[in-house]
């Protein structure tokens, strides 16, 4: 069995808490530092549901994710490497990292897949807090309670209610953040030296980045290099539908614009990068001059593969 970020090992056994307990008939004696595993059936109509804690999803990027999971197969490698972490709050788990990934799985629509094991990791307990869940979910960067308008293209990320949050995975029930779109696939070009930025050791990287995107091209033309890119990088993604249907998104007119981002990341103007108050960091981070060097190691991050760290990018 692949070792979780809280695996240790004692006495030549590799003892990983909470092994071999369930989500749904053990929920009650969860813990912090706990892992059980489940079905991503049992996870959406089981008594203790998993829930999203960010309400602006990518369409466009979970649409790429889902082909982790395609054939089934390569979903059954990533499902057993890969864990959900989760915050406990209430009766249910609160997906705290990896919402494009739920959401790619869910746009499988195959159902022998989510009848296959889904490990489950426990990173915070806030049962006990009540009504002060969500203010505790936000303290503790376990949740971005921030929408979009998704129909233009030049909205910015406004606060949304708790009470208005999607309560499943069907991605058409979440708005359409194209920005965070964007984010994904300008980080995951094939030349990696020229890559957006880096997988810096921050919360909610990526949609800092998606709030840089939308304000450069729609607001603050001096971020680019040189005048007039702006004006037509709006054209570009002025041609990327909006709301698209998950059954017919073009990927690689999405990579295609992501390409021209990329002078964008890299202009000496984006350094230091102001964000509003309501990110946890004051400035952008990641960015870098090409060609990029190595992401940095972020021990302990949510959302990690299983026996490999990644970053804090939820």
């Not at 390569?74 to 864990?83: C, I, S, V, Y």
């Not at 949609?207 to 709006?234: C, E, I, K, M």
Request: glycine content about 6%; hydrophobic content about 40%; overall charge negative.
């Amino acid at each position: 069995m692949a070792a979780t970020r809280f695996a240790r090992c004692v006495s030549l056994l590799c003892l990983t808490p909470g092994l071999g307990l369930q989500c749904d008939s053990d929920f009650d004696t969860l813990k912090a530092g706990d892992t059980c595993t489940s079905t991503w059936a049992k996870l959406n109509n089981g008594p203790h549901r998993l829930r999203a804690t960010e309400p602006s999803i990518g369409w466009a990027w979970a649409v790429r994710q889902m082909e982790d999971f395609i054939p089934k197969e390569k979903g059954a490698e990533w499902l057993a490497t890969h864990d959900f972490p989760v915050a406990i709050g209430h009766s249910n788990l609160f997906l705290v990292d990896g919402h494009h990934h739920a959401y790619g799985l869910q746009l499988t629509g195959d159902e022998d897949l989510w009848d296959l094991e889904v490990t489950v990791t426990v990173k915070r307990d806030l049962r006990t807090a009540g009504a002060d869940f969500w203010h505790q979910m936000t303290l503790h960067n376990d949740a971005f309670l921030y929408s979009i308008d998704d129909s233009k293209h030049d909205s910015f990320i406004t606060p949304l209610h708790p009470a208005a949050m999607q309560t499943d995975f069907i991605l058409t029930n979440s708005a359409d953040n194209i920005w965070r779109s964007l984010a994904g696939f300008s980080g995951h070009v094939d030349d990696t030296d020229n890559r957006c930025f880096l997988k810096a050791c921050s919360f909610f990287l990526e949609y800092a980045w998606a709030q840089v995107f939308t304000d450069a091209t729609y607001h603050n033309s001096s971020l680019w290099p040189s005048s007039g890119h702006d004006v037509a990088f709006r054209t570009i993604v002025e041609a990327l539908p909006l709301r698209p249907d998950p059954n017919d998104v073009d990927l690689d007119a999405w990579f295609n614009a992501a390409q021209v981002l990329l002078p964008l990341c890299h202009s000496p103007a984006v350094e230091g990068y102001q964000l509003p108050s309501f990110f946890p960091d004051t400035t952008v981070q990641g960015w870098s001059a090409t060609p990029m060097p190595h992401d940095p190691n972020c021990p302990d991050s949510p959302g990690e593969s299983r026996g490999e760290s990644e970053q804090m990018v939820v």
